[in-house]
């Protein structure tokens, strides 16, 4: 069976403290036993004190504070209340320090956030935030905390924690700026609100990234919801001026989608498409549905045939049709199959062949998951890992049926079955930092290189003709500016983005527009340019900064204001890969 990477559960804590604590309570204990006893043996002048419990009690507790009344009279002292006197005194000394400890520790932390730089804020302490938190120590990252609980409480303040002496929280509410001061903020190399709440995490975010800073940060903001995930990336990337932070909204489910398919991607089965079902239009089901069409695109971008997929779901043929309204690619990929019902209605319906080559299973409902890939033996024989089960809080069951350790317990089904955590998978610094604009970016690269590829055009007399993974860094600046100034030139012509949910008409920009908008994306290449040093020269030289777009627009060759037309008529291609759409909302 193939499973993700370990990661779950914390390393236990030395128990050296703990020890030393139990012990010290221990003496206390016994100093008070001790006290008592010997108090009541012990006579000065002839007088037994052992007639008031009450009595002798006061005076024990008098031997924690360096004095008792009776004891001044001098020995010989019982042996029981020997040992009490020096004890007694002992654990009060012990408590002082632990007290002065614990106040100097509290300092010290807060002093160590102040003073940290580079490091990263996570707030929220849940599943996401957790297993985040791991993975950014584990890579090596100083980590600041800030817990759910404390996000709707009052004050602020650096307190311990439970995973470590370099772990440090700070307690309060995470979008008052007094508490992102006091986890330094204005030091810090990335935020991510990631509580239960949504709503909070994008109040967190946004009070983050108002913030005046001199250098960079990076915000991410997790949405349960993805459709509202998409939304509020959609008015992020709408802004005309986008602040300095870089901002960014995440969904676990599409992440781990993400994931899946660059681990596991989609491989041609008998020289054709595989045969591919989804067990549940869950948002990880959705997810995966739109995934696997676009890595199959980009693998297969001229194939011929469609990738058959049998999506199972009580809702199976509205969510087909949603989805291939929020992504057009997707019917020109994919030939969604829909079965209102569960796996019985696909197993007796003889529109999609059995058995299957892929099968995601992706209920909300795990113990229904493991359930059905576990019974369903219709599903096995896809090869293996070809049966995803998504798990979260059952993740941790892939280790019973994992044959790579010893210690297995259960039959992986030659293969086939493999458990996949969700958050686990989603949580990994990398992929959260992989945003839109950087995925925008990518796909206006790949849009330019088919463009010039139409053209005729050969990597050798244009060094920008490679693949993203090859493409100097500059050039990705490039097209990362690019899709930043997409907000900036759609309000231009009083349009704004809109998220492919639901029913809505959507603008066709016009050849007047396409000139205006290619007008714009010039001016701002050419301003980038000529601050970064370039100059104009009939050949390009990228070596000597030479480039023949370097010049005004009305000066361009035709073939150079082609390209802005073509980058600007691929717009709504490009929006609509990310799931957008170019609506007007008013006045050019």
Same mark, same amino acid.
């Given at each position: 069976m193939r499973v993700s990477d370990g990661g779950f559960g914390d390393p236990r804590r030395a128990p050296t403290a703990n020890v030393l604590r139990l012990l010290f309570a221990a003496i206390g204990v016994v100093s008070v036993v001790f006290g008592y006893f010997g108090l009541r043996e012990y006579a000065p002048d002839g007088q037994s004190l052992s007639g008031s419990p009450l009595d002798l009690l006061y005076y024990d507790l008098q031997l924690f504070v360096l004095g008792s009344p009776p004891l001044d009279e001098g020995g010989p002292y019982p042996v029981l209340l020997d040992i009490a006197r020096f004890s007694a005194p002992a654990f009060t000394v012990y408590a002082f320090v632990e007290a002065g400890r614990a106040l100097f520790a509290t300092e010290l932390r807060r002093w160590r956030i102040r003073r940290s730089r580079d490091h990263v804020i996570v707030c929220g302490d849940g599943m996401v935030a957790s297993t985040l938190t791991r993975r950014l120590r584990a890579a090596g990252e100083k980590v600041v905390t800030v817990p759910s609980g404390a996000v709707t409480g009052t004050g602020s303040g650096a307190v311990p924690t439970d995973a470590g002496p370099d772990a440090l929280r700070v307690a309060g509410a995470a979008r008052d700026p007094d508490v992102l001061r006091a986890a330094g903020i204005d030091r810090a190399r990335a935020l991510y609100a990631c509580t239960d709440d949504s709503a909070g995490n994008t109040a967190i975010a946004l009070s983050a990234a108002r913030r005046g800073r001199r250098t960079p940060l990076c915000v991410y903001a997790q949405v349960a919801d993805p459709e509202l995930c998409l939304a509020?990336?959609?008015?992020?990337?709408?802004?005309?001026e986008p602040p300095g932070a870089r901002v960014d909204f995440f969904n676990i489910d599409d992440l781990a989608a993400r994931k899946l398919f660059v681990q596991e991607p989609l491989v041609a089965v008998r020289g054709g498409p595989p045969r591919v079902v989804i067990l549940g239009a869950t948002a990880f089901g959705r997810a995966v549905l739109?995934?696997?069409?676009?890595?199959?695109?980009?693998?297969?971008?001229?194939?011929?045939?469609?990738?058959?997929?049998? %999506?199972?779901? *009580?809702?199976?043929?509205?969510?087909? +049709?949603?989805?291939? @309204?929020?992504?057009?690619?997707? /019917? !020109?990929?994919?030939?969604?199959?829909?079965?209102?019902?569960?796996?019985?209605?696909?197993?007796?319906?003889?529109?999609?062949?059995?058995?299957?080559?892929?099968?995601?299973?992706?209920?909300?409902?795990?113990?229904?998951?493991?359930?059905?890939?576990?019974?369903?033996?219709?599903l096995w024989h896809g090869g293996p890992g070809s049966v995803v089960v998504r798990l979260d809080r059952l993740a941790s069951l892939r280790a019973a049926f994992d044959h790579e350790r010893g210690d297995h317990l259960l039959d992986d089904l030659s293969g086939a079955l493999r458990l996949y955590g969700v958050v686990h998978a989603a949580c990994d610094p990398a %992929?959260?930092? *992989?945003?839109?604009?950087?995925?925008? +970016?990518?796909?206006? @690269?790949?849009?330019?290189?088919? /463009? !010039?590829?139409?053209?005729?055009?050969?990597?050798?007399?244009?060094?920008?003709?490679?693949?993203?993974?090859?493409?100097?860094?500059?050039?990705?600046?490039?097209?990362?500016?690019?899709?930043?100034?997409?907000?900036?030139?759609?309000?231009?012509?009083?349009?704004?983005?809109?998220p492919r949910v639901g029913p809505g008409e959507e603008h066709s920009l016009a050849e007047s527009e396409i000139e205006r908008l290619a007008i714009l994306e010039h001016q701002r290449w050419l301003s980038a340019r000529v601050a970064a040093g370039w100059r104009y020269a009939e050949d390009r030289d990228d070596d000597r900064l030479l480039h023949p777009a370097v010049r005004a627009w009305d000066h361009l060759h035709d073939d150079m204001r082609e390209r802005n037309h073509d980058a600007i008529r691929e717009l709504p291609a490009i929006l609509a890969d990310a799931g957008f759409r170019i609506v007007r909302v008013g006045d050019a």
């Open positions: 509020l990336q959609a008015r992020h990337l709408g802004l005309a739109a995934e696997l069409a676009r890595r199959w695109r980009v693998r297969e971008p001229h194939g011929p045939n469609q990738v058959p997929v049998a %999506l199972v779901d *009580d809702e199976a043929t509205t969510t087909a +049709a949603q989805l291939t @309204h929020r992504y057009p690619f997707l /019917s !020109r990929v994919c030939r969604i199959i829909p079965y209102d019902g569960g796996l019985p209605e696909l197993l007796n319906d003889d529109r999609f062949a059995l058995p299957p080559d892929r099968v995601f299973i992706c209920y909300d409902d795990e113990e229904r998951a493991l359930k059905t890939a576990l019974t369903a033996e219709q %992929l959260i930092g *992989d945003d839109l604009v950087e995925r925008l +970016a990518r796909v206006i @690269h790949e849009s330019y290189l088919m /463009s !010039r590829r139409r053209h005729g055009e050969q990597p050798e007399a244009n060094p920008a003709l490679v693949p993203w993974e090859d493409l100097p860094e500059p050039l990705r600046r490039t097209n990362r500016d690019q899709a930043k100034d997409i907000g900036r030139k759609l309000r231009e012509l009083g349009c704004a983005l809109s």
